[in-house]
């Protein structure tokens, strides 16, 4: 109903800022997509600028997942810790991190090391928060069994705590996830020379609004994507997790 509604709005108003649908998915195929099937269909401008956005998420979000994760099972498993950190962390989660893009700009200067930054500093957060309060929220009565098995501490954390903080884990990392595409797109918009962002810049200064839209589209393309492999994995790792949802109401 959405795109339905997207359309006949586009063709009723007939605004070149806002375009029907069907002429965004048409120079969506022309700018991204193509014939040749040893490039899997996908056009060279694609390959280029996709995956150089790509490389910036994957370098940014992974620092993040493992300092996120570490740091929250520090924070978790230490109330000397969580005490002296828990304000230096809500500080950060509190900051919108877009507004220390010209920080980073100044720093880093209009390099990949910005983008991959500010990725990384937006997305931590998160998944360090969600880790801590995981990991303190572990069964005492688990962590005793673990103990009367005389288990080796680095064994305790890798087959007790960690599985069992996973649930929320992988929750604050879905939520990075998201906030690591957002930042990936607006640090491309303000400091770069290539990337998605790059491309809705150069497309909307040349007036080229329906190749702006297409890169709108493929941005949600990519999320979506990105948001169903996690899920497999989640599925993948949390097997074990009985999850009714409503259905259980």
């Known amino acids: 109903m959405l795109l339905v509604g997207w359309e006949i709005y586009g063709r009723v ?5 806002f375009p029907p649908l069907s002429k965004v998915l048409q120079q969506f195929a ?5 014939s040749d099937a040893s490039q899997l269909y996908l056009s060279e401008l694609f390959w280029d600028q996709v995956t150089t956005s ?3 998420f994957a370098r940014g979000w992974g620092l993040a ?4 994760i570490a740091v929250g099972v520090i924070l978790g498993r230490s109330r000397v810790a969580a005490r002296m950190y828990n304000p230096v962390v809500r500080f950060f989660t509190s900051i919108p991190n877009t507004v220390l893009l010209p920080i980073a700009v100044q720093i880093f200067g209009v390099t990949d090391g910005m983008n991959i930054f500010l990725i990384f500093l937006g997305s931590v957060w998160v998944i360090m928060i969600n880790t801590a309060d995981g990991v303190a929220g572990v069964d005492p009565m688990w962590l005793r069994s673990a103990r ?8 305790l954390y890798w087959r007790v ?9 992988m929750a604050g990392l879905r939520v990075s996830l998201g906030i690591g595409l957002i930042l990936m797109v607006i640090s491309e918009l303000y400091a770069t020379t ?14 080229q609004y329906l190749s702006m839209w297409s890169a709108f589209v493929l941005i949600g393309l990519i999320g979506i994507i990105l948001n169903a492999i996690f899920s497999v994995v989640e599925r993948r790792l949390l097997r074990w997790q009985r999850r009714t949802g409503l259905a259980g109401l």
């Open 65 to 68: 997942v493992v300092a996120g």
């Open 30 to 34: 022309t700018m991204w997509l193509s």
């Open 148 to 155: 009367s098995l005389r288990l080796a501490k680095a064994t």
């Open 13 to 17: 108003n007939g605004s070149v800022f």
């Open 54 to 56: 790509l490389s910036r």
């Open 161 to 169: 705590v960690v599985p069992a903080a996973m649930p929320q884990v």
């Open 194 to 207: 290539a990337g998605l962002g790059y491309q809705i810049v150069v497309a909307q200064s040349s007036f």
